[in-house]
């Protein structure tokens, strides 16, 4: 079995990449992803524990962009080299501007009267701290019941406790994963916001050159458009169940939820062809 896109706890995954590895067995995924948000970090550290399990690992990272003034991610594979030089320099530009927002946002949140550190969010996320390690702390203080309304009520780009962040527009991002000799792929295209068939032309434009059409997000019928947009536009197919560990608790390595993914295992070689 193939998975092609998790999260360690060296960004908002629970798993430390040893254990990723050992759930991957678990799981019977012999292929794994590992698409840490703007680090390498996770994967890095899995390769020997990989090595020493039979698992194969894909290199790969997530990218939070910004597509008409929504987030949009993107799955960056296959990077010459693993994305050393330029590229992971890049990224380290992208860990910079998350820890300025960060800053902002402990602030805001202060404001808002709770009481939480930059220290205590960045003792979970390691590498990357995210507005999810924000969520999970004003749950364990009783600030709010649960990660949903953390986000609803405070974190989401559209609540009160909301900062903003610089984030690399869209194409810029393509850009930079493709000029490193990746595979830039759409990231679970379910959440893009507006119609993604008709931000095709646009986005293909911007060199996007692969889409995730297999997702745990997504129905049997998101994954036929998201298929057939690929089809008719000639993009590779990446698929994932976007693991996440114990924050994401319905969702398992390589079957998604309750079973609702299954990724076709010719899709690897098609990427590593960049044949389509
Ligand atoms: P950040 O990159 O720190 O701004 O956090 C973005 C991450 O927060 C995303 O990758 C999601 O995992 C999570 N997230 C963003 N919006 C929501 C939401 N409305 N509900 C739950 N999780 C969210
Ligand atoms: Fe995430
Ligand atoms: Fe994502
Ligand atoms: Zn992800």
Not at 15 to 40: K, M, N, W, Y
Not at 114 to 129: P, Q, S, V, Y
Not at 186 to 194: E, F, I, S
């Amino acid at each position: 079995m193939i998975d092609l896109h998790s999260h360690t706890n060296e960004s908002d995954g629970t798993c430390s990449p040893e254990e990723l590895i050992q759930e991957a067995v678990r799981a019977g995924v012999d292929t794994l992803g590992i698409t840490d948000h703007d680090t390498f970090k996770g994967f890095d550290q899995a390769v020997p524990f990989a090595a020493a399990a039979g698992v194969q690992l894909v290199c790969g990272i997530e990218i939070s962009t910004k597509l008409h003034g929504h987030s949009a991610h993107l799955l960056g594979y296959f990077l010459a080299d693993n994305g050393i030089g330029d590229f992971r320099t890049w990224v380290l530009d992208q860990q910079a501007a998350r820890r300025d927002r960060n800053l902002r946002l402990v602030a805001r949140l202060r404001e808002l009267g709770f009481d939480i550190t930059l220290a205590e969010a960045e003792a979970r996320g390691k590498g990357m701290t995210g507005r999810p390690h924000f969520a999970q702390i004003m749950v364990e203080k009783g600030y709010v019941a649960n990660l949903r309304r953390a986000f609803d009520d405070y974190l989401d780009e559209s609540a009160r406790g909301y900062v903003y962040r610089r984030e690399p527009l869209f194409a810029e991002g393509v850009a930079h994963i493709r000029n490193a000799g990746g595979i830039a792929s759409l990231a679970h295209p379910v959440r893009v916001k507006g119609d993604v068939a008709a931000l095709m032309p646009e986005l293909l434009d911007a060199g996007l050159n692969a889409m995730e059409a297999y997702h745990s997000d997504h129905t049997a019928s998101d994954t036929a458009l998201y298929l057939g947009l690929a089809r008719k536009y000639g993009l590779l197919v990446t698929g994932g169940s976007d693991f996440h560990g114990t924050v994401k608790p319905g969702v398992n390595l390589g079957t998604g939820c309750q079973g609702n993914l299954s990724i076709p295992e010719d899709l690897l070689e098609k990427l590593r062809a960049r044949d389509p």
